[in-house]
């Protein structure tokens, strides 16, 4: 299996409303991009590694299972375990026979991007410990704050798009003529002598 490329999708896109990384996916041909075969025995292999693992399937129900839907089951259970809100998945295959599309939504891109390259392991001497430490430390570090959440929170209730602008507060609503920018709990219509005097 090789992941061929990476991408950060930041809005709502083709495959969800949410944010989410879209990686193209490699499968080599025979069993690595068809595991019907011997799948009891991959899944139990899996969840030894990841006991709260869901139920690998493909999203299409006639089509075959692949490492590509493992790294996407794996991407999402990690970023679950880690304590990110996130819910959606999906792996479909293109054309080109073994490439598939792999998309896993995020709540915080590089930790999106981390899990989903942790994802791709050798279950040789993988430390599941360690990268669950790691994506918790991560989003520890660049998750957004207590009133920027709450806010981000109710924007995304009403379906107002957002985008992060740096790995500090500053946060866009809406884009083109109707976006709105904020940072913590200011709006982009706060004004210095409005803020001093509060």
Not at 66 to 86: F, K, N, R, T, W
Request: charged fraction near 20%.
């Amino acid at each position: 299996m090789e992941v061929t490329r990476t991408r950060a999708l930041r809005g709502p896109n083709l495959w969800t409303r949410h944010t989410a990384v879209e990686a193209m996916v490699r499968c080599a041909p025979g069993l690595e991009s068809d595991l019907s075969a011997e799948q009891q025995a991959f899944e139990k292999r899996l969840r030894h590694l990841f006991p709260g693992l869901g139920r690998l399937q493909p999203g299409e129900s006639s089509g075959p299972l692949s490492m590509a839907h493992a790294l996407e089951a794996v991407g999402l259970h990690l970023q679950i375990q880690a304590g990110c809100p996130v819910t959606f998945s999906r792996t479909t295959a293109t054309p080109d026979e073994g490439l598939f599309q792999v998309v896993v939504e995020y709540s915080v891109e590089q930790v999106g991007k981390l899990a989903l390259s942790l994802a791709a392991f050798n279950a040789q001497g993988f430390d599941v410990d360690q990268a669950l430490n790691d994506l918790r430390e991560l989003d520890e570090d660049l998750r957004l704050g207590p009133s920027t959440s709450s806010i981000v929170d109710a924007a995304l209730a009403r379906g107002i798009p957002f985008r992060r602008l740096s790995d500090g507060s500053l946060v866009q609503f809406g884009w083109g003529s109707k976006q709105r920018r904020i940072q913590a709990a200011e709006t982009d219509f706060s004004s210095a002598i409005a803020e001093s005097i509060a």
